[in-house]
């Protein structure tokens, strides 16, 4: 069982940076393949970014590569993104999420999801 929380999301002028965290409780977090999605209102939850349970591989959306960078610190059971160069389209609520089985960019690939962090991105 994992627990995860996300914070630091906020409002950001265009062009501004914000850095997600997301915080794991329970046991094995370093067996997990490690995930960002986020949902717009009226549209599904995309996937953004994932990272292999060592780190050393990252997954990107074509939507965010070259701005976000996904990383993660194990022995601190946590899980960052950071987001540069935001534009209004990635307004959304930003879930972390954790999965047992091998690398997914389909939510429903995930067993473990946090409640959410909201970041919208002015004009």
């Known amino acids: 069982q994992v627990q995860l929380v996300e914070s630091g999301g906020g409002l950001v002028q265009a062009g501004g940076s914000l850095r997600l965290s997301c915080a794991a409780s329970?046991?094995?977090?370093?067996?997990?393949?490690m995930g960002w999605f986020r949902q717009a209102p009226g549209k599904e939850r995309e996937f953004v970014a994932a990272?292999?349970?060592?780190?050393?591989?990252?997954y990107y959306a074509d939507s965010v590569k070259g701005r976000f960078t996904i990383s993660r610190d194990n022995a601190k059971k946590m899980v960052y993104l950071q987001m540069n160069s935001l534009k209004p389209e990635d307004t959304a609520v930003y879930y972390c999420?954790?999965?047992?089985?091998?690398?997914?960019?389909?939510?429903?690939?995930?067993?473990?999801w946090g409640q959410g962090t909201q970041v919208t991105v002015s004009s």
């Open positions: 329970g046991r094995a977090f370093s067996s997990y393949i």
């Open positions: 990272i292999s349970e060592s780190g050393g591989t990252l």
């Open positions: 999420a954790a999965s047992g089985g091998l690398y997914s960019s389909i939510a429903s690939s995930y067993e473990y």
